[in-house]
């Protein structure tokens, strides 16, 4: 706003034949940081995206047709068998499989601090002391087990909330 109002004065109040410069050199000024600003905002956020993009990019262990791989997660599609281990951060929501002592914390997924471990449903009256769903995003805190691997990316619960 300044750089126009400078304009005009020299211009039209001052009657100087030079009086244009001051109030163009202003306007260039800030277009020229503008410009700079922008650029080096882009160039950032372009780090940022493919930093990212490098952090989500996981490996983890597969079951798949009896083999055991080593694999990106994001190679993983249902019905694969994925070995977890205190340490893993779950990639996406599946059933646990067979006998483990699988401890995880959903505090990403519900804010309690509380561990809960993992297997076949038990009840204690009304409440869910044990449940065999994992989901996406949670942490496997302790043990080690078996996951079958029912979503994938959107399809996951954390997906479908983003």
Known sequence: FAAVVSLIIGVFVEQDPMGWLEGTAILTAVLVVVMVG???????????RALNAKKDDMTVTVLRDGVKTEMSCKKIVVGDIILLSG????????YVVGRNDLAISEKMLTGESVLKKKGEYDFDGDKVVRAPTIFAGTFVQ???????????????????MQ
């Open 38 to 48: 922008s650029v080096n905002d882009y160039q950032k956020e372009a780090q940022f």
């Open 87 to 94: 340490g893993d951060i779950v990639s996406c929501d599946g």
């Open 142 to 160: 302790e043990g080690e087990g078996r996951m079958l691997v029912l979503a994938v990316g959107t399809a996951t619960y954390q997906g479908t």
